[in-house]
């Protein structure tokens, strides 16, 4: 007779449990993108990586990483947001930005992602990218390396979102400074 009621009392504790996780929403497995930190007007100008004082991406459009890959922006076609000027290789693209700019801003205010994570600010080839949850990327190339082939290797080490903190948490200190 115990062991029936001690069953009985299993299964229907088990069922609460189950229905109080069912009815709350999933947290533990969402995936949501962290959001890019923000910054202030003057930390925009004082920590982005620009171009004659205002020109984001060396004139790349920022649009174009997300639909085929890093193209040369027209002078006549240019936004500025929020001090920053960006050009667009079509009026398209200038719509799509001004529609959703953080959407397409480089992460870390355009410099290397790489340096960003090792907590410096270095500068980039802007052909040398890769889009990471949604985020643009931007990886130095030159004489000294290539940091793309650096951060894929550790990526494949010890993960990518690990890295991808790491950077978020040392731009953060970097603007704040």
């Not at 953080?102 to 600010?121: L, R, T």
């Amino acid at each position: 007779m115990k062991k029936s009621n001690f069953a009985h009392g299993l299964i229907y504790a088990t069922g609460i449990v189950a229905f109080l996780l069912a009815s709350r929403p999933n947290t533990f497995f969402a995936e949501e993108e962290p959001a890019p930190p923000q910054v202030s007007l003057s930390q925009r100008l004082n920590h982005y990586n620009l171009e004659d004082g205002s020109v984001a991406l060396s004139g790349y459009d920022p649009v174009s990483y997300f639909n085929g890959g890093p193209r040369k922006g027209k002078k006549a076609l240019n936004l500025r947001h929020q001090g920053v000027n960006y050009y667009f290789a079509t009026e398209a693209n200038r719509k799509l930005f001004e529609a959703d700019p953080e959407k397409y801003e480089p992460a870390y205010g355009g410099w290397c992602a790489w340096a960003m994570s090792k907590g410096s600010k270095y500068e980039v080839a802007p052909e040398n990218y890769k889009i990471v949850g949604g985020r643009n990327l931007l990886f130095y190339k030159g004489w000294t390396g290539d940091t793309l082939e650096k951060w894929n290797k550790s990526s494949a080490e010890s993960g990518e979102d690990s890295l991808i903190q790491t950077a978020d948490s040392n731009w953060v200190k970097t603007v704040a400074k």
